[in-house]
């Protein structure tokens, strides 16, 4: 095990610092001066003043919503279109520029998709009357960072989702595990009970990848047992296709988000390495491997997702990357 935490950079060919500190994206520099370099950045309330921060919440909706243009309307309502469009732009604000509930746009945007918690915990509306816990975990992920990591919905939410494990361990969506199609679930009479798991069925890594995201990035969860096995599904499955159909191809371990969307190589090992999980692990070291392998010749990776647009979209993954490399080689 190295035990300088800064040795992490001589195991790739290039220095991946080097172009984030050449950058020209003030939130850029703030990030990597504080999570890879130990310095300080100044406050992050700094990065709030961004033109495009600023063009963002001037798009927000009285409610606390950003609304979704387009959308079918037999496959959802608006408002629950108006629901995946806000924890979609709630990863930028939050992921890029560190905002929180401190801000008033943002507790407004947390109470809007707080609205969609059902009394069982989990979140709905986005597979009809389904349960989501992709979704609902992506959404939990959120609200943690933005400051609700000790509200009691929050547990609710967390609890429901370990209430409804498969039992290897992982997640999968309930009605994929059953002989349900994706056309009857958003036909379906929204009055109707949603469909429950078969735990017995194999989860997916897909969902199991999102779900451990809210988890890792809970201070108190992530210390526990019960994800352990869970984390070692996931890293289990690299590079292997999914049992499922959605987004089902190997072939998606490879095309990489920022912020993270669905479960991708850096996104899975971003969460396995808030959980402890060891470098020298067989599993992870063929994950970090790939990343080496995969670098560019400026000594950026390349995003696959480029949306929302951002012409630092790769810069941004490289942050990413960097931050996991340093995590697992300072445990």
């Not at 109707?192 to 890792?216: M, Y």
């Not at 992870?284 to 790939?290: A, F, P």
């Amino acid at each position: 095990m190295l035990k300088d935490p800064n040795n992490w950079k001589k195991l790739l060919r290039l220095n991946p610092v080097t172009p984030l500190i050449l950058s020209d994206d003030k939130a850029i520099n703030y990030f990597i001066c504080r999570d890879i370099l130990d310095e300080d950045p100044g406050i992050i309330e700094s990065l709030w003043e961004s033109p495009k921060v600023k063009s963002i919440l001037d798009k927000q909706q009285e409610n606390g919503s950003w609304k979704y243009s387009g959308g079918k309307e037999e496959i959802r309502s608006q408002m629950n279109y108006n629901q995946l469009e806000t924890y979609r732009i709630m990863r930028v604000l939050i992921e890029k520029y560190g905002l929180n509930n401190t801000n008033n746009a943002i507790s407004k945007a947390c109470e809007f998709l707080f609205s969609f918690q059902t009394e069982e915990g989990d979140f709905r509306g986005i597979y009809g009357n389904e349960y989501t816990p992709n979704y609902s975990a992506g959404i939990m992920e959120m609200l943690i960072k933005a400051g609700y990591e000790k509200d009691d919905r929050i547990d609710l939410g967390l609890n429901w989702l370990l209430s409804i494990r498969q039992n290897d361990g992982g997640w999968a969506i309930p009605f994929r595990t059953t002989k349900c199609r994706i056309s009857d679930v958003f036909y379906k009479n929204e009055q109707t009970e949603p469909i429950k798991n078969d735990p017995t069925k194999p989860s997916s890594h897909l969902v199991t990848g999102i779900v451990l995201r809210a988890f890792a990035t809970h201070g108190h969860y992530r210390k526990s047992n019960d994800l352990r096995k869970a984390g070692a599904f996931l890293k289990s499955q690299f590079f292997k296709k999914d049992n499922y159909p959605d987004h089902g191809s190997p072939d998606y371990w490879g095309k990489l988000a920022y912020p993270f969307w669905w479960t991708d190589i850096v996104s899975s090992l971003d969460s396995l390495s808030k959980l402890k999980f060891n470098a020298e692990d067989y599993n992870i070291k063929t994950g970090l491997d790939y990343l080496i392998n995969n670098q560019r010749s400026d000594g950026t990776w390349k995003v696959y997702y480029g949306l929302p647009k951002d012409d630092e979209n790769d810069l941004w993954i490289t942050l990413a990357i960097c931050r996991l490399f340093k995590r697992f080689y300072s445990i």
